[in-house]
């Protein structure tokens, strides 16, 4: 994480942040790392819902061995932070299937917008 925010190539869409850097050469997928900060909630199992489900997109739509921009990534996925209390207040009646939906949807329109700004 602190080689990714040293390079400073950042994008943020809506929701989501992506710190980015080129993979190296000799690796033939993206490394993705995912934190949900504090902010958001204390609790960890409020925090791993969010991240359970992120996850669990990148995996089932094989994110990690698709190319980007014809070049394999390191990015760390990260909330906007000025987005948090907003997140917050969408969620706060939601039970967990919903608050699945809506932080897949917010990651698919904000990964997709990454992929096509970078």
Sequence with gaps: MIFLSKKRQYFYSDLFGFFYSNQYPNLNFNQ????????LSKKSSHRNIIKRAVMNYIRENNISKTLINQKFRKFFINLNKNKIPQFQKSIEKFDKKAINQYTISAFKKSFSNFKNNI
């Design 32 to 39: 993705i790392s995912f934190h949900v900060s504090i902010k």
